[in-house]
């Protein structure tokens, strides 16, 4: 079937704008920004076998290309107000399209933001997603505000903990092997991450720093800290994980927890712990405190009895493995 | 030599922030946007083999990946800010970075612009580029409207033309030759378009429609007669062309000027002549004037005689080809 790149975009991904002065369909995009909020911009390129696998149902990857951006939008506290979406695909095939496009738009939906333009052409199957979204003047979120005494945190699905996406990718590697029930819960966590944007939102005046988790705790909080100039220690038992991580080898789990990647939580720093637990509860997230920012550089891991471990996982370098 | 994700932003792409709030290196960009203007974005995905040869020098295809956006703000009338930058490469190569980087940066300092962000993946070359434009509320130039009786007008360099960039291609692909100093002056018009950002100011309130040509005149034209609902005569003779196009024989040069494709022109209508002459000079840009608007749907070629012509060139479309 012969699909054009322009009936493409009109079948898939054009719908009336709703909140942009002009959408899908012309040279630019216009948007209209709020007065005094300032502009947050995040892009986020995925690529098949290193963001996600050539098994992932298209509705997932959809879900799943968004999400990633949402989660840069939540990190730096910012409310969501439209996307851009480039594709390059090998050949227009529909059936890839149209379940990639619904789980994108549901997404969009749920976080009533609209697709406002973008790019379509043939080449090896690659995501661009540019997310647009605003914060007040001197409120966003940023890596850099970590200070000594802070406690520091991460966030998760209730009930659940980091991790998981990591177990599932083990899996598919064949490293490890789990039960089919098990195994869903784990590859949903990989496939479909849940950005933390009403978090975001609520961390606002409360976080003194965040970022959100893609690389791997080690490795991301690694940029916190250094971009702060302080240092941490983190309780290695204390990291938040779900019932099938928990049952896992401990050092599988630290593996997972520590240095998994592809979480899309929050890690952040806060000095009320009262005043956290208030901003998550609000949020409908669970929250869970690893450890403490400190004056002294480092990274510093220890066990739940306090004792320091000599775990030193690398955060996933996209150049590196 | 190995070279992380981190180090290779670093190295390559970072610099001080300028205008924007918050530049590379956090999760989000942060831009302050001036109060009464639209923003105007635009993406563009590049891809080896579709938007530019493997054999393009890395300098040359720095300086076109953002070029390309440019045109789209240019075509929309907006003063371009910032751009973020997404780029998968298949090995983290310095020589190709350090060149690329090189052509892209000097394009933005031209434009008094700066990357504010982005990404990089290891993976099949592709540059994905969303830009940054601000308009004041209601100027911005769009392809929806064209009136009968506006003139039909095209950009290009002083003495140029359109259609050198397709003229290149053919000689890359082996249908034609050129003696050597011919095909560098239409293989640097293919490889470093010069985006009209000047021209596309100096249109507002002048134009009543623009687009820029990407994907050919035809096509482009295409959009804005469907946009605008109405038609168009245009003569295949007075299309401008360079003199190494003129010399070409005439089938050839009308199929390249008249359907070539990544001209990066501007394509735009007006109703006053005088108005767009004086915008050119003030731009320091040539235009030509092509045709007139018709109220009668549909495109119509005539030739300088004014006969009407059976010709149909066929818009570049990136999956039919």
Redesign the interface.
């Known amino acids: 079937m012969?699909?054009?790149?322009?009936d493409?975009i009109a079948r898939y991904f054009t719908r009336p704008t709703q909140r942009a002065?002009?959408g899908v369909?012309?040279?630019?995009?216009?948007?209209?920004?709020t007065?005094g909020?300032?502009?947050?911009?995040?892009?986020?390129?995925l690529?098949?076998?290193?963001?996600f696998l050539s098994t992932v149902a298209p509705q997932r990857l959809g879900h799943k290309a968004l999400a990633v951006n949402l989660s840069?939008?939540a990190?730096?506290g910012?409310t969501p107000l439209?996307f851009?979406?480039?594709?390059?695909l090998p050949?227009?095939d529909e059936t890839f399209l149209a379940g990639f496009a619904r789980g994108l738009l549901a997404l969009a939906d749920e976080h009533h933001i609209e697709l406002?333009?973008?790019?379509?052409?043939?080449?090896?199957l690659?995501l661009?997603i540019?997310v647009?979204?605003e914060?007040p003047?001197g409120q966003?979120?940023?890596?850099?505000g970590a200070c000594a005494g802070d406690g520091l945190w991460v966030s998760h699905a209730l009930g659940g903990g980091i991790g998981d996406a990591r177990l599932a990718l083990e899996v598919f590697r064949g490293r490890i092997s789990l039960p089919g029930a098990a195994f869903e819960r784990v590859r949903c966590a990989m496939e479909q991450p849940q950005p933390r944007v009403a978090l975001g939102l609520a961390l606002r005046g409360v976080a003194s720093a965040?970022?959100?988790l893609s690389d791997g705790l080690a490795g991301d909080l690694g940029h916190v800290l250094r971009?702060s100039k302080v240092g941490a220690t983190v309780d290695l038992d204390a990291l938040p994980c779900s019932d099938v991580l928990a049952a896992q080898p401990e050092a599988l789990r630290r593996e997972c927890t520590a240095s998994g990647g592809d979480d899309y939580e929050l890690l952040f720093c806060a000095a009320d712990d009262m005043a956290v637990r208030a901003a998550a509860q609000a949020a409908g997230v669970g929250v869970t405190r690893i450890g403490r920012i400190e004056a002294e550089p480092g990274l510093r891991w220890v066990d739940r009895q306090g004792r320091l471990l000599a775990f030193s996982p690398n955060g996933f370098?996209?150049?590196?493995d």
Request: aromatic share 4%; with cysteine.
């Open positions: 012969s699909l054009g790149e322009f493409l002065v002009l369909g012309d040279d630019c995009a216009l948007l209209q920004p007065p909020m300032h502009l947050a911009v995040s892009s986020d390129m690529v098949e076998g290193r963001h840069d939008l990190a730096c910012a439209a851009t979406l480039a594709l390059a050949r227009p406002v333009g973008g790019d379509t052409t043939a080449g090896p690659n661009c540019t647009f979204g914060v003047a966003a979120l940023r890596r850099d965040a970022i959100d971009r370098d996209h150049f590196a």
